[in-house]
């Protein structure tokens, strides 16, 4: 599948975080009260960085369809491709350095850091602070060769007719499923308020690590991890169609965990060294030393 795209399709963006800052564009404040006040963030006028988001989510959206999933499931969640300690995994990860973020020039773990960080510092539950460290783990989807669009960006179901509150929704009209009578109504191969777990969403590095950390932690920990980019459900409220109680339930650790991913980027290292035997600590309590990719 990777060798029928150029490797312009693959890379549209200059980075992969390109897609969190355009987030920061359009969802500016938190749903919580501890809102980041808009003008603090950049906002992207300039016509490169509109543009290059604008064909990172044409490529997204033409092909992540319900058939694309399920190859992309049955290529990766068999943790086939790399057996690595969890810390050389952090330090895999810490390869993709975002060189392009104008709001904080740290690499990979110091963004996690900072996440988990702030979780930390507001008294959560340490599973909760684990699922700040590792939210992104799955990003290491790049480094398999992955296309960015197929790693990151906004999340939606597949096998369903997209809804018009996912970003630049013009895009479908060429997706083949849009034009397919089995996934392009309401409903599609779903039943009403079927509930989450029988929905297939697109593919990227929620649902890689969500599959990946499924024995492992707790419930609502595993909804922050698959749903943290399923933005037009949690911010837009899109497909409550789909949901059930029990996800209603769920999604209120998603709303919480949110503003932590998007809001809490400060220009500051934080001091990893200092920090590591915490961490340490808190990996061997829930994960395995050695992970599965």
């Not at 920061?24 to 980041?36: F, G, H, M």
């Not at 929620?206 to 595993?222: F, G, I, R, T, V």
């Not at 409220?237 to 932590?260: C, T």
Request: charge should be negative.
């Amino acid at each position: 599948m990777k060798s029928k795209f150029t490797d312009k399709e693959v890379n549209p963006l200059e980075s992969i975080e390109d897609w969190e800052n355009d987030l920061l564009t359009r969802y500016p404040e938190p749903k919580s009260e501890q809102a980041k006040a808009k003008e603090d963030y950049r906002n992207y006028h300039d016509s490169e960085r509109v543009d290059t988001v604008r064909e990172f989510y044409r490529l997204n959206h033409q092909y992540q369809t319900y058939d694309f999933v399920r190859q992309k499931e049955a290529e990766f969640l068999k943790f086939e491709k790399k057996e690595i300690p969890f810390w050389e995994a952090i330090d895999y990860l810490n390869t993709l350095v975002d060189d392009s973020d104008p709001d904080i020039n740290l690499d990979q773990l110091q963004h996690l850091l900072q996440t988990s960080e702030a979780i930390r510092a507001d008294g959560h539950p340490d599973w909760f602070v684990l699922t700040g460290f590792i939210h992104d783990l799955g990003k290491v989807l790049c480094l398999f060769g992955e296309p960015q669009w197929a790693v990151v960006g906004d999340t939606f179901p597949v096998g369903c007719k997209h809804a018009e509150e996912i970003v630049y929704p013009e895009f479908f009209e060429n997706n083949p499923d849009s034009k397919d009578e089995r996934y392009n109504t309401k409903y599609g191969i779903y039943a009403p308020n079927c509930g989450l777990d029988k929905v297939k969403m697109s593919w990227g590095h929620d649902e890689y690590l969500y599959q990946m950390m499924k024995d492992y932690l707790p419930e609502p920990a595993l909804y922050m991890i698959r749903y943290h980019s399923f933005y037009a459900q949690h911010r837009e409220g899109a497909y409550e169609h789909l949901m059930n109680d029990h996800d209603r339930e769920m999604f209120k650790w998603v709303e919480k965990f949110n503003p932590y991913d998007l809001y809490s980027k400060v220009p500051v290292a934080p001091d990893s060294k200092t920090l590591r035997p915490y961490y340490e600590n808190l990996v061997s309590k829930y994960l395995p030393s050695v992970m599965a990719f």
